[in-house]
């Protein structure tokens, strides 16, 4: 079954720090571009980080960058996203997907993506 699976989300106190890891079967992650976007209730969805499939560029969106690092681990056919300095204003649900194709890194930037997982809850208050 192609799929991918974000765990690590939970409840922290502002200024802490979590890891949310997107694990992929199925398929190979490392060919695709991968995304963390999150969607808060009654909110729009916003593109967090990208990373690039052929040398790992990476994009943060202004309101995590210095805070937020996303990598990956083709060994393990993973990627993560590394959030430090958590704020109540990153409480959200964030969605790892992927982006296949020559055009991938680009449609990742816009938001473009062609699958994502259910989702991990992020919550971060005193």
């Known amino acids: 079954q192609v799929q991918v699976v974000e765990s690590g989300g939970g409840l922290v106190q502002p200024g802490g720090s979590l890891r949310l890891s997107c694990a992929a079967s199925g398929f190979t992650l490392g060919d695709y571009a991968v995304g963390w976007f999150r969607q808060a209730p009654g909110k729009e969805r916003e593109g967090v980080s990208c990373?690039?499939?052929?040398?790992?560029?990476?994009y943060y969106t202004d309101s995590v960058k210095g805070r937020f690092t996303i990598s990956r681990d083709n060994a393990k056919n993973t990627v993560y996203l590394q959030m430090n300095s958590l704020k109540p204003e990153d409480t959200s649900i964030y969605y790892c997907?992927?982006?296949?194709?020559?055009?991938?890194?680009?449609?990742?930037?816009?938001?473009?993506?062609?699958?994502w997982g259910q989702g991990a809850q992020v919550t971060v208050s005193p």
């Open positions: 997907a992927t982006v296949w194709g020559s055009r991938s890194w680009l449609k990742c930037l816009n938001g473009e993506y062609d699958s």
């Open positions: 990373i690039s499939s052929l040398d790992d560029m990476t």
